[in-house]
């Protein structure tokens, strides 16, 4: 075993010194306001649209660094620096502001590069992001008008979470009322996002919810695993969406769980996420090529999902932030050995040394699928956001 | 050079000694009626959701071999053995007619076992395989009836054609009002297949916009290919969507042109066609591990599709018919250099000696991603209809 301490460095400062500059560097659009995230290998800008997902998640991201690490002393990283990331999550916010939601307060899913709405605000999760983006940098300005924007959107997703799609939902009411997965789990993590917005007794219902939620309705203890899509009584369909599992969401909201469940020092829950964990690596992982698939099918059937056997950048960086927290909690083994061999593999085939940055998008082979750094879903969030989670675990451990 | 009548009773025999007794055999749902398309490798029933275009095209698919084939002599396949054909197609065509339509009349896109909608008339293309089968099953049975149901349901099409989405439409109206190929390239199609139903002014005038769009509108001579995305007017949105090749697309449509082009003996027509099939070839010929690709950037950039690179059945089978008819219709030695190529690909890779019928989902590299014969996407449609095809115009050269 290798001591925690000698991967710390490298966490650091990939993160710092690689990630966070690459970003910088090539993504903000200094005509229009916001930022580009179709970004070819080398950072050129190949597509212009910018996509609700993906502005809110940067902003979240230098707003979030600036919020942890703006003004405590960091090697090689002097303040100023730092204060750069602020004007970064400010610029994307005012475009935001600007230019992302519809007249009813929802955010559009995408905006060309001027601002002009292209997709209509049937995805809850341009919302949730927009929330994240705006309670954080509320944080670091001390800015009302950020804190009620990211309030008042919060209010919304509560209000439209039994029906997010609305109108352009294309599944007939009552057939087959499979609920999915994404939304619960985000709720545990955005309730704590903007806790200094909310009510407590809100606060701490919303997480009840959610933790029930995640760890009994969508956990299916007969297989072991987490569902993305169960009936509203929390049983199995034997459909394709109920077939469905999507090992990296449920291996990511194992640390939001655990986050909970530290502030609540409920080690119980945490030897439960810990195990949920460990039994999806077990499960998702390809023995022939390494890595985690995307996606499975509980029964062994043929997925709808035909990129099902790719390698994606956020499965491995949110299993890195899980294992290690887990192992931090629990100093349960089978982690570190787990955060090893998901380590070796991570590094060995998404970062990019000579340009920068890390691909996205590998096939099974482990070989680059598509040579991107940036994309439609792929922005500045989880590589950063990991590589944050990985350092500060690896200093307390 | 093979001598083209070595190839015949190649696909002959696939067709009606393997592909159409395969689905004869697994699909038929006696229970509830209908048709399970969703078959593993052996044949076996891996889910029983409905999908109304495979529903369709498998009616669709029995009454055109019925119709072409049932009442000549065959060697091999008794006339009662072909009976069984029509009573397939009548099979699946109850289950549509009760099961099948939304109170407006359009279809839904797809359905439980037992016929319950699961999933909203957002599909226009749910539409046109149902007018199709309706269509070739009222020339079967004489039945006033289905001509109606064809008939009705292909009025509805054109009235939609504007705004196929209807409410389930995401994009925001007018600020990238792109157009998409599949719908004039379906009505070249699908014009023909209801002509006995139609007033022959309207066909004459379908087939003129229909000829129009696809060899001029979306045909790109910058390029030299034909786009999946367009401007109203035609001209290139330097966007994802406007972007976006889908070589397989492209070439199933020439063979459609190509039939029309001999009604009218038009050589000039079937020309381009030949001339955009090659240079289509040339573009997404993978020359890597062989094979067409799905999709692909006309500026070379990362598509949104994760799948881009696979090896799908369908784009292999329709390129076998288009070069076929290509090289009947031309002697354009090309075409047949293209064929023996494409069919070396196709045939050493998708079919399953061991338990029938083709594979259709390939990795880059040839291997099966998935092992299904059938799926959401995949029924008895794209195989028989292109065994079928091809074999015909082997008989001609």
Same mark, same amino acid.
């Given at each position: ?63 979030? @660094? ?21 004007? %970064? ?42 929330? %994240? ?7 670091? %300005? ?42 619960? %789990? ?136 899980? @294992? ?74």
């Amino acid at each position: 075993m290798i001591a925690p301490q000698t991967y710390t460095q490298l966490y650091r400062d990939t993160l710092l010194n690689d990630v966070i500059p690459f970003w910088q560097k090539h993504s903000p659009d200094q005509e229009y306001g916001g930022f580009f995230t179709c970004l070819d290998r080398t950072g050129n800008v190949y597509d212009t649209d910018k996509f609700i997902w993906l502005q809110a998640r940067q902003v979240w991201t230098f707003s979030m @660094l600036y919020n942890r690490l703006g003004s405590i002393p960091l090697d090689g990283t002097p303040l100023e620096q730092r204060a750069d990331w602020l004007k %970064m999550a400010q610029h994307g916010a005012n475009f935001l502001k600007k230019h992302g939601r519809a007249d009813d307060g929802s955010w559009y899913f995408s905006l060309t590069r001027d601002g002009r709405p292209l997709i209509q605000p049937y995805n809850i999760f341009s919302d949730c992001f927009a929330t %994240m983006a705006f309670g954080q940098l509320s944080v670091a %300005m001390g800015n009302e008008e950020y804190a009620h924007i990211a309030k008042s959107t919060f209010d919304q997703i509560l209000q439209r979470r039994d029906n997010p799609k609305g109108h352009w939902n294309k599944a007939v009411a009552g057939t087959r009322p499979l609920k999915n997965f994404a939304l619960p %789990m985000i709720l545990c993590n955005l309730s704590l996002e903007i806790e200094h917005l909310l009510d407590q007794a809100l606060v701490n219902q919303t997480i009840d919810e959610c933790i029930h939620e995640v760890m009994d309705v969508f956990y299916d203890p007969d297989l072991g695993l987490i569902r993305e899509n169960v009936m509203p009584d929390g049983q199995f369909s034997d459909s394709f969406e109920g077939r469905l599992l999507n090992p990296g969401h449920a291996i990511e909201a194992m640390w939001f769980i655990m986050d909970l469940a530290a502030r609540r020092n409920d080690l119980a829950l945490v030897e439960k996420a810990v195990r949920i964990t460990l039994d999806t690596l077990t499960y998702a992982w390809d023995d022939v090529h390494g890595g985690l698939f995307y996606f499975m099918d509980s029964k062994g059937h043929p997925t709808q999902q035909l990129e099902w056997e790719q390698k994606l950048w956020w499965v491995h960086v949110e299993t890195l932030v899980t @294992l290690l927290k887990g192992y931090q909690q629990t100093g349960n083994p089978e982690c570190w050995v787990w955060f090893e061999r998901v380590h070796a593999y991570t590094w060995a085939h998404f970062p990019d040394p000579e340009s920068g940055e890390w691909y996205g998008y590998l096939n099974r082979q482990g070989e680059v699928l598509l040579p991107l750094k940036g994309g439609k879903w792929k922005g500045c969030f989880h590589i950063p956001r990991g590589l944050y989670q990985c350092w500060q675990t690896l200093t307390k451990l």
